[in-house]
């Protein structure tokens, strides 16, 4: 065997090797995607109600479909009477299995409470109003009662809906709004504050810092990317929500500005990097046909190299953006995780990450507390994607432009 022959072996085996890895790499990205979507979108062919129970009324009641939305109202009493859902004119009476008790004896339901199906169904029977939430094994032959079929969640209910309780009895509410503004929100606030410091911080170091001084500065902005998110969320507890409470004269200082601010200092390592980059790339004859035509260092900036920059910069914003979207920890420790929509950013907000990671350890396998979970996660995959697509977008036509 000839050394040559040996040379291109072992190169051809080196290759198949690389080439695996970048195959198993590939399926399993694929894979997880796949998963991801797998487990989430069976929610939209579900009811919102807990498998193992049903909603049952009095025969008589020509109501036969009702939402979750509706359903809530009617168990938080903020709907008294059937007349307001195209039903009779007859007030609503909740029943639950607690509430049994107030209409028979202990003695009539039974020691073992063998005798709770029939009075549940003859409780149904005789009170015209009735609305109860039994389970599914009280309903069998003779059972006096009718039930009545939840409307399965819909991707408009899911997606423009308000109210995030996905464990509320007897419906779970499922709308994610408030938590897709709030991350927005919070992202948005972030950018705002670490573009401009950033932006400073890149063009000090790329055009005015000596090495000296950018060789110091380099290494720890970079540094600041290493740091645990837990560790900012910390600095967050301690310093930065009291201070907001104190300044801004509020009941509680976890808000909507709390996350922006942590959120802003972890996404500056990323926007002051890949901006710094990037007005380095600025050909040196053009700065200094700027100068010698008389324009000061500043308008050099300004006019030359920040144009010519813009790309690069642009993508260190999105990135930047990217950054913030996806924190889970720090944002989780000081923004109140309230699933309200926001109106301002003193106001307590949750985000979506923040949602998942306190949310589903929580969720059964498989429920649908589990799979609205995994719809959150799709929709963090699809803003990242879009964000990353934007970045090779922006990327692809500032190396246009250079040719």
């Given at each position: ?6 040379k291109n072996l072992f190169e051809k ?137 939840p409307v399965n969640i819909s991707g ?248």
């Amino acid at each position: 065997m000839t050394k040559s022959f040996r040379k291109n072996l072992f190169e051809k085996i080196i290759e198949g090797i690389l080439a695996l890895s970048g195959s198993i790499t590939s399926l399993t990205v694929l894979l997880i995607v796949v998963f991801l979507f797998k487990e989430g979108f069976g929610l939209f062919s579900q009811s919102p109600i807990e498998s193992s129970y049903v909603l049952v009324v009095n025969k008589s009641n020509p109501i036969t479909k009702i939402d979750s939305k509706h359903v809530m109202q009617i168990f938080d009493q903020e709907i008294t009477n059937w007349e307001s859902m195209s039903g009779k004119k007859d007030s609503i009476i909740l029943l639950r299995m607690e509430d049994v008790s107030t209409y028979y004896s202990d003695e009539q339901i039974g020691e073992n409470l063998e005798n709770l199906p029939a009075c549940v169904s003859n409780l149904t029977d005789s009170l015209t109003g009735v609305i109860a939430f039994v389970p599914k094994t009280y309903i069998k032959a003779g059972f006096k009662g009718k039930v009545i079929e939840p409307v399965n969640i819909s991707g408009k209910e899911f997606f423009l809906g308000k109210e995030w309780y996905p464990t509320a009895e007897p419906a779970a509410q499922f709308g994610i709004l408030a938590l897709l503004l709030g991350t927005l929100w919070v992202s948005l606030g972030a950018i705002l504050l670490s573009l401009p410091l950033g932006l400073a911080v890149a063009i000090y170091m790329a055009e005015i810092a000596d090495s000296k001084v950018r060789n110091t500065f380099k290494p720890l902005i970079e540094l600041l990317a290493g740091i645990p998110s837990v560790i900012y969320g910390f600095f967050g507890l301690v310093v930065i929500v009291p201070l907001i409470q104190k300044v801004f004269n509020l009941p509680v200082g976890e808000t909507a500005l709390a996350g922006s601010i942590i959120l802003a200092i972890m996404a500056l390592p990323t926007i002051i990097t890949i901006a710094e980059d990037s007005l380095r790339t600025t050909p040196r004859a053009m700065k200094e046909a700027s100068l010698a035509l008389g324009a000061s260092r500043w308008q050099t900036i300004y006019r030359i190299v920040i144009p010519y920059s813009i790309s690069g910069i642009t993508a260190a914003a999105i990135l930047g953006i990217g950054r913030a979207i996806g924190e889970t920890m720090a944002v989780l420790m000081v923004t109140g995780n309230a699933a309200v929509i926001p109106h301002t950013f003193l106001e307590p907000v949750r985000t979506i990450p923040a949602t998942i990671a306190a949310e589903l350890g929580e969720s059964s396998q498989g429920g649908l507390h589990y799979q609205a979970l995994f719809i959150l996660g799709s929709i963090l995959f699809i803003i990242t994607l879009i964000i990353n697509l934007t970045v090779e977008y922006v990327s692809s036509r500032n190396k246009l432009a250079k040719r």
